[in-house]
């Protein structure tokens, strides 16, 4: 079972506002991401992070950013949240050291943005 | 056409049943395969890894074809408990950076029936 955490689970939020969507793993994995999924459609990569300091862009062009200033945080912070930001947003980690890089992911952070 | 393809389904089988998914994927550098499981609004969680060889875990049986291109997954004695999503996963092929990187399909639908 893999020990990675997402905070909030659930996000109501008005148009303009900050928001910062939390995600830590206690396995000391280097490699985390973040995807985006909307009901019935397939995730979407909009960031990862090969360790400490490192951050790319995904697939998915997004206006989010994130951080990697400890190897177990990964935050996704959006600096004016909007309707169209309204989402499932999936945390995961990867470790090297198993067999192809199995990902493990977080329970999730469903963001509604009114 | 998309780089991971999948017949979105419903597959609705019986309980007892054989059911069996294919995934086809475009990048022929691609190195590894998996399937993942996702429950109804939960996070998606590895299955199985698939193997050059074919590999078996219990009921579940993943096939590799890198001459067509696909990958399958064979469900033998259905479960109720097997209702979910499966997911296709293929990464982009060898490299560092964006070769990396997983690529997911839509998601195949079971569900079984008593």
């Not at chain 2, 998309?2 to 550098?29: H, L, R």
């Amino acid at each position: 079972e893999a020990d990675i955490y997402q905070t909030p689970r659930y996000l109501v939020i008005g148009t303009g506002k900050k928001i910062t969507l939390e995600c830590s793993q206690t396995m000391g994995h280097d490699k985390m991401y973040w995807y985006q999924q909307d009901p019935g459609m397939e995730l979407h990569l909009i960031h990862y992070s090969y360790g400490v300091n490192s951050t790319e862009k995904g697939d998915l062009s997004s206006e989010s950013t994130v951080s990697r200033i400890r190897t177990e945080h990964f935050p996704l912070t959006l600096e004016s949240a909007r309707p169209s930001h309204t989402s499932q947003y999936l945390c995961a980690s990867s470790d090297p050291g198993r067999p192809q890089e199995t990902q493990y992911f977080g329970p999730g952070t469903r963001l509604l943005v009114l | 056409r998309k780089e991971v393809e999948q017949d979105p389904g419903p597959f609705n089988v019986p309980e007892g049943a054989t059911v069996a998914f294919n995934c086809t994927y475009s990048n022929s550098a691609s190195q590894s395969f998996f399937w993942y499981r996702q429950d109804c609004r939960k996070e998606p969680k590895l299955l199985m890894s698939v193997y050059s060889s074919g590999n078996e875990d219990g009921r579940f049986t993943a096939q590799l074809n890198r001459a067509s291109q696909y990958i399958s997954l064979l469900i033998r004695d259905s479960k109720l408990s097997d209702s979910a999503t499966y997911l296709c996963v293929v990464n982009r092929g060898r490299g560092a950076g964006n070769n990396r990187k997983l690529i997911w399909g839509l998601g195949t639908s079971l569900a079984v029936n008593p």
